[in-house]
């Protein structure tokens, strides 16, 4: 059930985050049973790293701090509406429930804009604006093959 306290937590975090000049102003905790078990800040442009967005970076902490690489019966709490990217991890990782603040347009209105990776995941392979390409399929289907059958595989 949402509690605003962990909403302004988010929020705390990604005004921090530009205030002392250490990323953008984004922000997310992960919850459960009533605490934080996790936090994140936007940290692109301090580790030179595109995918230290806040949510990640709360999952990857929640997922350290439980001993766990899922988490169930936790809930996101971020700052702003989750991109395509942290939308995968958040879907990844399995929280019960998102919540966010500001809508993604607020964020696009300041140069956050997602929508062209939106566009580009609807488009045909051969369209991308960075070229992809497949090579050796057969070859890289047998790791999966070799998946299946591995005795110690922990499935997620």
Same mark, same amino acid.
């Given at each position: 059930m949402y509690e605003k306290k962990f909403m302004i937590e988010a929020i705390r975090l990604?005004?921090?985050?530009?205030?002392?000049?250490?990323?953008g102003p984004?922000?997310?905790?992960?919850?459960?049973?009533?605490?934080?078990?996790?936090?994140? &800040?936007?940290?692109?442009?301090?580790?030179?790293? $595109?995918?230290?967005? %806040?949510?990640?970076?709360?999952?990857? /902490?929640?997922?350290?701090?439980l001993g766990t690489f899922q988490l169930d019966g936790c809930e996101l709490y971020a700052s702003s509406e989750p991109c395509p990217m942290c939308f995968g991890a958040i879907y990844?990782? &399995?929280?019960?429930?998102?919540?966010?603040?500001? $809508?993604?347009?607020? %964020?696009?209105?300041?140069?956050?804009? /997602?929508?062209?990776?939106?566009?580009?995941?609807?488009?045909?392979?051969s369209q991308y604006s960075i070229p992809t390409e497949q090579h050796d399929a057969d070859i890289a289907a047998e790791t999966f093959e070799r998946w299946k059958v591995f005795e110690n595989r922990v499935d997620y």
């Open positions: 990604a005004n921090e985050c530009f205030e002392t000049g250490k990323g984004f922000g997310a905790v992960v919850v459960k049973n009533g605490e934080i078990v996790g936090r994140g &800040r936007n940290m692109v442009t301090v580790d030179n790293d $595109p995918t230290a967005h %806040a949510e990640v970076l709360a999952i990857r /902490d929640a997922c350290r701090n990844w990782a &399995r929280p019960d429930r998102i919540y966010y603040g500001a $809508p993604c347009e607020v %964020a696009a209105e300041v140069g956050f804009d /997602d929508t062209f990776i939106y566009e580009e995941i609807g488009k045909p392979i």
